[in-house]
């Protein structure tokens, strides 16, 4: 059974850096996409990144380009992402994601193509 762990939020100013992990365990993740999405009190989920487990390939969306970093460690099952410069508008439960993928590219980004979800971390900016 396939099993998605967040951990790494908390609270923080406005400018700061946080580092998200999600560890990943019950199966083989060659051929998937890992990836995070959010969602915002009273909004829509949103993706945020996508990272090819085999290849290493990235995907960001406009919002975080620049500022977040999503990684992986293939020894530790573990995928990472690295959030920088955070904007009060950034504050969400982030969702650890993954995908069963034939070829990685072009990457999924709509959440309906990933099969399995983390509990969710809750991130917080303050102004």
């Known amino acids: 059974q396939v099993q998605l762990v967040e951990s790494g939020g908390g609270l923080v100013q406005a400018g700061g850096s946080l580092r998200l992990s999600c560890a990943a365990s019950?199966?083989?993740?060659?051929?998937?996409?890992m990836g995070w999405f959010r969602q915002a009190p009273g909004k829509e989920r949103e993706f945020v990144a996508t990272?090819?487990?085999?290849?290493?390939?990235?995907y960001y969306a406009d919002s975080v380009k620049g500022r977040f970093t999503i990684s992986r460690d293939n020894a530790k099952n573990t995928v990472y992402l690295q959030m920088n410069s955070l904007k009060p508008e950034d504050t969400a439960v982030y969702y650890c994601?993954?995908?069963?993928?034939?070829?990685?590219?072009?990457?999924?980004?709509?959440?309906?193509?990933?099969?399995?979800w983390g509990q969710g971390t809750q991130v917080t900016v303050s102004s």
């Open positions: 994601v993954a995908a069963y993928i034939l070829v990685s590219i072009p990457l999924p980004r709509n959440g309906k193509k990933y099969d399995y």
């Open positions: 019950g199966r083989t993740f060659s051929n998937y996409a």
């Open positions: 990272i090819s487990w085999s290849v290493g390939n990235t």
